[in-house]
């Protein structure tokens, strides 16, 4: 139970509620990124979610219901690499929007998780493996909780993020242009989550290439890091 949202007003900004149960993570921080990184028993610690000093942002919320089309079958590509690979800096977001436009994307079997990929000029790229994907050139702004957006409500389940999807989504269709990352945290903060709770909220400023973020919803606790901007190196 997850979500994203990339806003382009005055600003570029990025929003993340990580909602996860049973999983060990922890915030990696560094000159080039700030990554939530899962303890995978069999990988180790794998960088899945974050912010890059390129202006990229990676999320991967799972989609509810599962769907059985996203299992690995035959020649195609891993979604959860492509992600590493884009919040590594390895491949570019364009790079991978060509990748999955030519190739079949798969997930790891039995559960269907999609990608929320956004990069330094706004523009966004959602993944969902199985089912296709769509690109929006920088779209005044963006969600993806945890239902198909292809098939939005068609199919129920408890977890798909309708709710939260529409309480975002007109907080959004509210925001002015000075819409910053203080505005971003009151939208993470109000479709955040107790039941799979919501572990770690993050904010990403493109232009500043500043990451803040909370842990546990505690709000008022906030971390800040700055990034070393790749374009101006």
Known sequence: ??????VNKKKTIVGWNLDIMDFVWRVRT????????INDPKEGWLPLFGANSRGDFVGMPTCWPFDERSNPAGDGENVILLDIDLLMQKKTMQEIRGIVDKRPVYSVPGC?????????A???????PGQGN??????EYKILTNFSPFKQDSEKHPWMGWDRYQKAESMLQAATDDFDAKD???VLQAVSQTVCPTVVSMVFDVQERTVQWCENRAWDIVHTVKLA?????
């Not at 560094?30 to 990184?37: C, F, K, P, R």
């Not at 706004?122 to 969902?128: A, K, Q, R, S, T």
């Open 1 to 6: 139970m997850c979500t994203s949202i990339v």
């Open 30 to 37: 560094a000159a080039d990124g700030v990554t939530i990184e």
């Open 112 to 120: 269907t998780f999609m990608s929320a990929l956004s990069d330094a």
């Open 122 to 128: 706004g523009n966004v790229l959602h993944i969902v």
């Open 134 to 139: 769509l690109y929006y050139e920088r779209p």
């Open 184 to 186: 971003c945290f009151d």
């Open 229 to 233: 901007n790749k374009e101006e190196m």
